[in-house]
């Protein structure tokens, strides 16, 4: 949170179901006995868990929330889902991500025929699409594309013909609408068609005749066209609301995502349902440009960094994911399989995945809490970079980024706005806390106030103490948070 807060530009999550076959197990690592005791006789959850619909609500609520933290305002969130859980996500997401924030419900075929054992069996699953929709990418158009053309030699050029008549049936009729148009070559008029209207009113078609925007068919006896002209259509197409194998191409299923699987590891995928990478790379090519930050919270068998590295490697771009995976395969499989894509898999059918995708990832795992408990004890102390990138996202919100947060003089300064310098006094040593280096004094105060006001700004001080009161410190543009009791009111 406190490096990528506001920069992801697209979320994938594929969460558990909940379809009662899975024994998803509900622990969010609670330190109350109680609730250990709870968790232990009510999970895993299964079909015959009466509750298992809101055990499943309370494991995504805080992770929904943390994902929205995380989300840039321009970025969208994709859900994979099946109808266990959809009708319930999508009111948990309007609650979180906004109701206006919804931009659709794919239907994704997941699978070529219906399973046998029921007379109505599904064959899709389900994507729910939030966020900011004017970022979203429209679908690039073929580069093949041969309907337009430029016959006449058109200065304006390449167009292809467009009706000028319109719909008027739903109570959208406009008298003033119904007229003819007379083919000045013929002498002929023309009507709108049955139960139809003129796009255009009369004073603007006799303007179009005049200019040639509307002719009256190549030979000029025809009824009346508009020459829609290639320079006015928007660069992209609308994405459809269904995703399958049609007229634009081949859709993946999960049975390529289990083909992909294989082909990496070389045995069987441990996997019921992995996600195909085309998938992942359809996402992709909605949410992202070349150098956004991609971030998968259910990694799973890791399609979705499968998916960054091989878009980068076809469009050049320098795309980032973070992947998260809190099963025992994280490292075996998810992290495995990264690596072997950025390698290169000798035995693949596809040739790209043989050569390597290239690009370089870093395998972390979690790192011991900031306790304030144990700050207090000494036991536990964090860098000074990690609290510095915790406290600025705690007092400001603002997110460091990648950057390594140090200490950029002897005053404490480690990250400036412009409007604000913040400070910390700290070092990971309990002698040096209880020591008089880190306590803010009335000359480092005054120099820190001469540093911030010579900017027009003001300052924020961290430190485990002070010999100088706030109401001193106010009227020189100084606030001042006492560790580590200020992470606890922060947090």
Not at 55 to 82: H, N, T, Y
Not at 153 to 176: E, H, L, M, T
Not at 358 to 379: A, Q
Not at 403 to 420: I, K, M, Q, V, W
Request: proline share 7%; charged share 25%.
């Amino acid at each position: 949170m406190p490096r990528y807060a506001g920069r992801v530009k697209c979320i994938y999550i594929d969460p558990p179901y909940n379809t009662g076959n899975e024994g998803w197990v509900y622990n969010d690592r609670v330190n109350s006995p109680l609730m250990q005791t709870w968790l232990t006789e009510n999970s895993p959850v299964d079909k015959e868990d009466l509750e298992r619909h809101d055990k499943w609500l309370c494991m995504m609520w805080p992770r929904l929330q943390l994902l929205r933290e995380l989300l840039a305002d321009d970025g969208a969130i994709f859900v994979s889902i099946d109808d266990n859980e959809q009708h319930h996500l999508r009111m948990l997401m309007d609650e979180i991500f906004g109701e206006n924030n919804f931009v659709a419900c794919i239907t994704w075929r997941d699978r070529g025929s219906p399973p046998n054992d029921r007379p109505v069996a599904s064959v899709h699953d389900l994507v729910l699409i939030y966020g900011n929709e004017n970022a979203l990418n429209l679908r690039p158009r073929d580069p093949n594309d041969t309907s337009f053309s430029n016959p006449d030699k058109d200065p304006n050029g390449p167009w292809r013909f467009q009706q000028i008549s319109a719909n008027a049936r739903g109570g959208r009729w406009v008298d003033s609408l119904y007229y003819p148009i007379r083919n000045p070559n013929t002498g002929k008029e023309y009507f709108p068609p049955p139960r139809a209207n003129w796009r255009y009113s009369r004073d603007r078609v006799a303007e179009m005749i005049a200019t040639g925007e509307i002719i009256f068919g190549r030979d000029g006896k025809s009824a009346p066209q508009r020459k829609r002209y290639l320079r006015d259509v928007r660069q992209g197409l609308t994405w459809p609301t269904i995703w399958q194998t049609d007229s634009h191409g081949k859709f993946p299923t999960n049975r390529d995502g289990s083909a992909e699987l294989t082909d990496v590891f070389d045995a069987p995928s441990e996997f019921d349902t992995p996600k195909p990478v085309g998938l992942i790379d359809r996402v992709l090519s909605i949410a992202t440009g070349p150098n956004d930050i991609v971030l998968d919270s259910f990694a799973g068998s890791g399609t979705t960094a499968h998916a960054v590295l091989a878009l980068n490697k076809e469009d050049g771009g320098n795309r980032k994911f973070i992947l998260v995976e809190c099963e025992d395969y994280a490292d075996t499989i998810t992290a495995e399989r990264v690596r072997r894509v950025i390698g290169g898999v000798p035995g693949a059918r596809d040739a790209a995945l043989r050569e390597g995708l290239g690009g370089s990832f870093t395998y972390c795992t979690l790192g011991e809490p900031m306790e304030i408990e144990e700050m207090l004890s000494g036991d536990a102390l964090p860098s000074y970079s990690a609290l510095a990138a915790y406290l600025l996202h705690t007092a400001s919100g603002i997110s460091a980024g990648g950057a390594e947060l140090e200490r950029r003089n002897d005053d404490g300064l480690f990250y400036s706005d412009g409007a604000t310098d913040y400070y910390l006094l700290y070092e990971p040593n309990v002698e040096w806390l209880c020591g008089n280096e880190g306590i803010l004094n009335e000359e480092r105060a005054r120099r820190i106030s001469a540093a911030s006001r010579g900017k027009g700004g003001k300052a924020i001080v961290f430190g485990p103490g002070k010999y100088i009161g706030q109401r001193d410190l106010t009227p020189m543009g100084i606030t001042f948070c006492q560790l580590p009791y200020e992470m606890h009111g922060s947090g």
